[in-house]
């Protein structure tokens, strides 16, 4: 079993920045994928980004493209998601997921591809 944790949320306004991580405990961090997703109210749980086991791949809803990062330090056992140029449609409770792989190459973007789930962490980007 892994246990995911997050952290960074809060209030900011329209253009700021937050960064979220994730910390990862009970397996090997290397060993999965790791992915970002988001739930604002009364709507599903959308996909935000995701990155590879090694790294080298990572994905983005076009949402988001070109304002968030995802990154990984597996010396840490932390996944990121630095969030800039925040709008209030980015809104939502965000969910870090780990998916077990064997791929270290390959990023997953579909909720039932992961295995674990954060509780997750409240961002709310004011007008």
């Known amino acids: 079993q892994v246990q995911l944790v997050e952290s960074g949320g809060g209030l900011v306004q329209a253009g700021g920045s937050l960064r979220l991580s994730c910390a990862a405990s009970?397996?090997?961090?290397?060993?999965?994928?790791m992915g970002w997703f988001r739930q604002a109210p009364g709507k599903e749980r959308e996909f935000v980004a995701a990155?590879?086991?090694?790294?080298?791949?990572?994905n983005y809803a076009d949402s988001v493209k070109g304002r968030f990062t995802i990154s990984r330090d597996d010396a840490k056992n932390t996944v990121y998601l630095r969030m800039n140029s925040l709008k209030p449609g980015d809104t939502a409770v965000y969910y870090c997921?780990?998916?077990?792989?064997?791929?270290?190459?390959?990023?997953?973007?579909?909720?039932?591809?992961?295995?674990?789930w954060g509780q997750g962490t409240q961002v709310t980007v004011s007008s």
């Open positions: 990155v590879s086991r090694n790294g080298g791949s990572t």
């Open positions: 009970g397996r090997t961090f290397s060993d999965i994928a």
């Open positions: 997921a780990g998916s077990q792989t064997s791929a270290t190459g390959t990023y997953y973007y579909r909720k039932y591809e992961y295995d674990y």
